[in-house]
């Protein structure tokens, strides 16, 4: 398949555009209890080169606005959790430069087995290796995260989206979207993905994002831009490192920035559906001649975790201005801001019509300079 080309102007989880993905038990990251320093977008961090790119029947039109409001793209209600939530789970899964990553496509079914006699059930959990922290002096948790994806089959009409039977067979409390739900459910899928949580008690045990879609559909285009601001600003106070800087210059200049680092929005069409925000990432590098670092790997030849982004001999990434820094992937909420997601960007399952920014930051907390 060949890149459509719109213009060529030329993400823990999640630095790692935040890493978007965790567990010891996942209950203990998504209950902000264990934190990981680095940055965030899918779950864990490496070193290599891009794998070879796919061909994809991918268009890519430029927005030229920067930053714009109200972009006519309806985003399609991803749930997500807040914002303090999100970066208690995103920190949790933060680890030490070049942890390993790792996707398990079986079902934990001692936990929960998910079965629908509307689709395909396929299961995803990406691990990142925690360990010994040298700058605070802790040893972290693994963190896991976990992702359903129910394949409906090719003809199906759209309608069919409104009625998904669920069937999960588990010893734990069910609930969709925070409402209490039987364990033979039929869900609508209209609206988004669903968040799937597991309850023992009034406690939470283990979070599942939750998507459907329909075999052989094309997604509705997915708005995606890059932004270093946060990379301009430290680096007009500080003297940035010979190989970040020319990277920082590199991706300046292929993603037509202006001078403070921000860039017109692309729309990525023709996505089929079970795409991932990290197969839309992959389609605007490709267009705008980026190439990426990371580790993990989800089984299409894209990494799990991006850790550094640049022209393949000079990076920008992890450490690269502060402690924490690195890349991390925001999504529009209904509200019209960007915010944190809880998932990693290779397990959050693109409905169509999302908004994407993968942020440069320097300390986790300098995100809302998109908003």
């Not at 794998?51 to 109200?70: D, I, M, N, Y």
Request: a negative charge.
């Amino acid at each position: 398949m060949g890149v459509k080309n719109g213009r060529a102007v030329k993400e823990f989880l999640a630095v790692r555009p935040f890493y978007f993905y965790g567990e010891k038990s996942a209950s203990a990251a998504i209950q902000g209890t264990v934190e990981h320093p680095g940055g965030g977008n899918a779950g864990g961090q490496g070193t290599g080169q891009t794998p070879a790119p796919e061909e994809s029947e991918v268009t890519l039109t430029v927005r030229t606005a920067f930053r714009r409001k109200g972009l006519e793209m309806k985003k399609q209600g991803k749930q997500l959790l807040g914002i303090g939530t999100a970066l208690a789970m995103l920190m949790s899964m933060q680890t030490m430069a070049f942890a390993a990553t790792f996707t398990e496509n079986q079902q934990d079914e001692s936990v929960l087995k998910l079965e629908s006699k509307s689709g395909e059930v396929l299961y995803k959990a990406v691990t990142v290796e925690g360990g010994y922290h040298e700058q605070t002096q802790q040893t972290y948790p693994d963190v896991t995260t976990y992702s359903y994806y129910i394949a409906l089959p090719e003809g199906s009409e759209s309608t069919a989206l409104e009625t998904v039977q669920v069937s999960a067979q588990t010893s734990y409390t069910l609930k969709v979207d925070g409402a209490s739900v039987p364990n033979e459910m039929t869900l609508d899928f209209t609206g988004g993905a669903k968040t799937l949580e597991l309850y023992d008690g009034n406690t939470l045990f283990r979070t599942y994002q939750l998507g459907a879609g329909i075999v052989g559909k094309t997604l509705n285009p997915i708005v995606m831009r890059i932004n270093v601001q946060n990379a301009v600003n430290w680096a007009s106070e500080h003297e940035m490192k010979d190989s970040p800087a020319r990277a920082l210059s590199f991706i300046k200049e292929r993603c037509g920035m202006n001078e403070s680092g921000e860039m017109g929005a692309i729309l990525i069409s023709d996505l089929p559906t079970g795409s991932t925000a990290m197969d839309a990432f992959y389609a605007l590098c490709r267009e705008l001649g980026l190439e990426m670092q990371g580790t993990g790997e989800d089984g299409t030849g894209h990494y799990t975790y991006i850790s550094k982004i640049g022209d393949g001999s000079h990076w920008l990434g992890e450490r690269d201005t502060e402690g924490m820094s690195g890349w991390l992937y925001l999504n529009k909420n209904g509200q019209g801001e960007y915010e944190m997601a809880n998932y990693g960007a290779a397990q959050f399952d693109l409905m169509g019509g999302e908004d994407f920014v993968w942020l440069f930051t320097n300390n986790y907390g300098d995100f809302n300079i998109v908003n």
